[in-house]
């Protein structure tokens, strides 16, 4: 059983892991730039000043600023339909707030769009990933404020424009539904509490982080709306960080609890992006939680008029739910849960579920009936790099291998997947801990967790394998 004709296969990175040349070619600061190193059990700091001697990962991350042409060549010899990267924002609006773009790092998207096209690849560019600029946390609070709309959609005006003829398909936002999370305000918001000293001190305010959320719910509507005017052939998604849930027995209040966590944590989110308004659950969570959604007059006109064309996920794990709260609890990607029985886990404690990815492809086919598309999904682990410099990584061929079958079955049960971009195709820095030793790549990369390293690239044997997977369609795992 092979893939449908036309299938995207490839991989992706954001700017803020990936990319860099942070205060090159004109280039602001943003959010991610102000974070620090971390570790599994050290959080990573937020500093409002730099700090001397302090080491920043986003800084150089893996410099795909100054290896994109060797980097692209490698994911073509991959045979790469696709890839998912993001556009620094602060690249092209260095504070965020300015009126006119800087031209040197809209060049910069020139080149690497030019040089996708050379081995056609087809780029699916995230326009927020995690890079708020930093200047709109000073002067605005990022989202908190509804000025940051505005921002945000000059800033969508331009790379629309420049780019209408090298990119057809745009996400708005990365896991947008990261915001119903605290870890969210800063990450995917750019929001700093008063106190907040690190990623997950728990300094937080749920009415400003919903606040913040609607606003990118109306940036977001009016991205899409814009973009179908400038070019009616683009195609735009929304972008959910996907918590599967599983009630831990079948006791009501199990099921009840996981199908609310269902809704919070995703489908809030995917309603208002993909149907143009907000569910009924949420308004009760709202009147639960005290949390009063400030809307203006149009508002909801603009949510309607601006649903996204495709639906697009991050998948990596799954998670349980339970009532009864004396039971363990696991890891896992921005929400940990009840330590399921029936999975293994990662190395960083994240619970292996392929099965998982088939019932999610069904649970959001089942509800939206638009095309899916899978842009984020791979196993952070520690390399070991062999005295002849091999690297054999059978558990990651192991993971993505059980993902893919259950893709497959997914298609068979009559889901529309287009495209799966397996995460970090070449090594990145961890958007939670700023390790490096967490690796997701097909391709290594020198660097360690410290930022010592030459970033020379080694392919693992992973980046054969999936070679093959992409040649046969799917069909030789």
């Not at 569910?279 to 959604?293: D, S």
Request: aromatic share 12%; net charge negative; hydrophobic share 35%.
């Amino acid at each position: 059983m092979t893939m449908k004709e036309g299938f995207y296969w490839g991989g992706a990175t954001a700017a803020n892991q990936f990319e860099g040349g942070w205060n090159q070619g004109g280039k602001g600061p943003s959010t991610s730039d102000m974070m620090t190193g971390g570790t599994h059990t050290i959080p990573r700091r937020i500093t409002p000043v730099l700090e001397e001697g302090t080491y920043y990962p986003s800084h150089e991350a893996v410099d795909f600023y100054g290896h994109y042409k060797e980097d692209i060549a490698m994911m073509a010899e991959m045979g790469f339909k696709m890839f998912r990267m993001s556009i620094n924002w602060s690249r092209i609006y260095p504070n965020g707030y300015e009126l006119e773009p800087n031209e040197e790092g809209l060049q910069f998207y020139d080149n690497v769009f030019a040089e996708l096209k050379k081995y056609n690849i087809e780029p699916l560019v995230t326009i927020s990933h995690y890079e708020t600029p930093f200047g709109l946390t000073q002067k605005y609070n990022g989202w908190a404020s509804r000025e940051v709309i505005d921002c945000y959609i000059r800033y969508c005006t331009t790379l629309f424009n420049r780019y209408k003829d090298q990119v057809k398909y745009w996400l708005t936002f990365n896991e947008i539904n990261c915001l119903t999370m605290p870890m969210g305000a800063y990450m995917a918001a750019g929001i700093l509490f008063e106190g907040k000293e690190t990623l997950v001190d728990g300094v937080d305010d749920p009415q400003t982080r919903f606040q913040a959320l609607h606003h990118q719910f109306v940036a977001s509507a009016k991205a899409v709306k814009l973009g179908h005017e400038i070019n009616p052939d683009f195609q735009i998604g929304c972008m959910v960080a996907f918590m599967t849930t599983y009630p831990n027995t079948c006791n009501p209040d199990d099921m009840l609890l996981a199908q609310k966590k269902d809704q919070i944590s995703n489908m809030i989110c995917g309603d208002v992006q993909v149907r143009g308004a907000y569910p009924g659950f949420a308004k009760r969570f709202f009147a639960e939680e005290g949390i009063q959604i400030e809307m203006q007059p149009g508002d909801e006109q603009t949510l309607l008029e601006g649903c996204v064309d495709f639906y697009s996920f991050s998948y990596y794990m799954s998670l349980v739910e339970s009532a009864d709260e004396s039971l363990e609890r696991a890891e896992g990607n921005l929400l940990g849960g009840i330590k399921n029985p029936y999975l293994e886990a990662s190395d960083w404690g994240w619970q292996i579920d392929p099965k998982g990815l088939r019932y999610t492809l069904n649970h959001l086919y089942d509800r939206y009936q638009i095309p899916l598309m899978v842009v984020e999904n791979g196993l952070g682990a520690v390399d070991v790099v062999e005295e002849d410099g091999s690297i054999q990584d059978d558990y990651r061929i192991d993971y993505l291998k059980g993902h893919i079958e259950q893709m497959k079955e997914a298609v068979a049960d009559g889901v529309d997947l287009i495209a799966y971009t397996m995460w970090g195709c070449i090594d990145l820095v961890s958007a939670s801990t700023g390790e490096m030793k967490k690796r997701y790549g097909f391709i290594h990369v020198n660097k360690d967790n410290d930022g010592n390293g030459d970033l020379s690239r080694t392919p693992k044997k992973s980046f054969h394998w999936y070679k093959k997977v992409i040649e046969s369609n799917g069909e030789e795992l």
